[in-house]
C-alpha cells in the first residue's frame, strides 16, 4: 500500500480540541494524519505539528479539496492555502473530497489539477473520496488507474461498500474507510464484543483490525488519550478467518453520511 495503513482522522474536531488530540497522536506515535478544507481546522492540525517537534519527512498528512475549489482556476490557490495554513511545503496526499455536484466542474477537470498541483510539489500523491464505481471509472479514464492512491469512502462493518471496493481493488487503487466504527453504533454490537472478550480486546480494536486486514487504511479519531493508545494497538491484532466472516455477516448497506445536494448516487 502507498498509504499508511493507520492513520488519524479528525473530522468534526476544531481550535484547542483536535490541537490536543493530534498532539496526543503524534506523542503516542501516530504518523499520518487526515484533514481536509472543510473541516475547518488545517491550521490548528498544522499548529500541533509544528509544536509537536516531529520530522515532517516521518509524517504522512492529507487533505481534501472541498466542492467549491474543484476547478481549474480554484484548485491549485486552495491547496496553496491549506499548505500555509498546515506550515508545510507540500501534503503526502491530496483527495477531491467529494465529487462535483451536478458535474459543475467535470472529473476530468479536477484530476487535471490535481495531477498538475503534483507536477508541481505541492502534493506527494493524489486520489478520490466518496467516489462510486461510475466516478471511479471517469477518474481512471482522465488521469489513469496509476495516478490515484486511494478512494477515501464510509466503510464499516454495517457498510461494506464491496462493489467500490471491488472495482478499486481490480485497478490497483486502495482503499481508506472512513467512519469505520459507524458513529460508534459498531463498537455496541454483540458479534464484533463477543470476538473482543474472547480476545481480551477493545470492541474498536477488533473493527479497525477487520478493516485493516481486508487491506483497509483506517483512520479512527478520538479526542481521549486512552482511545488514541488503545486502537494504535489494533495494528497488532489477527482475527480468524471464522471471526472475519462474523463481521462480515454484519452488512446491511447501514450508511450514515449522505449529505442532501453533495452525495452521488450510490453503488
Known sequence: MSIPAFGLGTFRLQDQVVIDSVSTALELGYRAIDTAQIYENEAAVGQAIAASGVKREELFITTKIWIANLGKDQLIPSLQESLKKLQTSYVDLTLIHWPSPNDEVSVAESMAELVKAKELGLTRQIGISNFTVELMQRAIDAVGADAIATNQIELSPYLQNRQVVEFAQQHGIAITSYMTLAYGKALQDEVINN??????????????AWAMQLGYAVIPSSTKRENL??????QQLT???DEMAEIAALECNGRLVSPEGLAPNWD
Not at 195 to 208: E, F, N, S
Open 239 to 241: 482475527l480468524s478467518e
Open 229 to 234: 493508545a488503545s486502537n494504535l494497538l489494533a
Open 195 to 208: 470476538i473482543a472478550k474472547r480476545r481480551d480486546v477493545t470492541a474498536a480494536q477488533v473493527i479497525l
